[in-house]
C-alpha cells in the first residue's frame, strides 16, 4: 500500500524521485498515465487492474464487442506510457511529452502523494489546494448522508 506526501522537485532532465518506500513496490518499470489532473503511476499489473476495474458494472466485463468498451481500453493504453525507475530512484516524466506535463501543470515543485495501488505526482500548489478542499470537506466525506 502506498501511503504518504513527499515534497520534490523536477530536474534539468524532468525527473524526480520516487519515495523510498515507493521503490520498492515497482520492479524496475512504472506506468504513468495523466488523470484527473495529476500523473498516476502504477506497476504494470496495477495498471491493468485499473483499467480492467472500469469496465466492471452490472456484473459484466469488458466487452470487446462494445465500441464505447474498446475506445475506452484503447485510449487509456494510448495515453499509458511505461518508463524506467533509474538505479537512484528517479522517473523520467519528460518522455510524456511537453504539451502532457504543461497540461498537467507540472513545473519545478511537484508533490507525489501515495493513493493506495498507485502514487500520484501533482503540481506543489495544485495539491496544496486540494488538501485544504479535503481537510474542510473530510468529516462530510466520512459520516455525510450520501
Not at 42 to 61: I, M, N, Q
Not at 90 to 111: E, N
Request: proline residues 3%; hydrophobic residues 35%.
Amino acid at each position: 500500500m502506498l501511503t504518504g506526501t513527499f515534497q520534490r522537485t523536477l530536474d534539468s532532465k524532468v525527473r524526480t524521485t520516487l519515495p523510498a518506500e515507493f521503490r520498492k513496490e515497482f520492479d524496475g518499470k512504472v506506468c504513468l498515465i495523466p488523470f484527473d489532473g495529476a500523473l498516476y503511476g502504477f506497476t504494470p499489473d496495477g495498471f491493468k487492474a485499473w483499467v480492467d476495474s472500469l469496465f466492471e458494472r452490472d456484473g459484466k466485463h469488458y466487452d470487446p464487442r462494445n465500441k464505447n468498451d474498446v475506445r475506452l481500453r484503447k485510449g487509456l493504453t494510448a495515453l499509458c506510457q511505461t518508463v524506467d525507475v533509474d538505479a537512484a530512484g528517479r522517473v523520467a516524466l519528460g518522455k510524456l511529452g511537453a504539451k502532457t506535463l504543461q497540461s498537467l501543470g507540472l513545473g519545478h515543485d511537484v508533490t507525489v502523494i501515495g493513493a493506495d495501488d498507485h502514487f500520484e505526482i501533482w503540481d506543489a500548489e495544485k495539491w496544496e489546494a486540494e488538501t485544504t478542499s479535503f481537510e474542510d470537506d473530510l468529516l462530510e466525506l466520512m459520516y455525510g448522508t450520501n
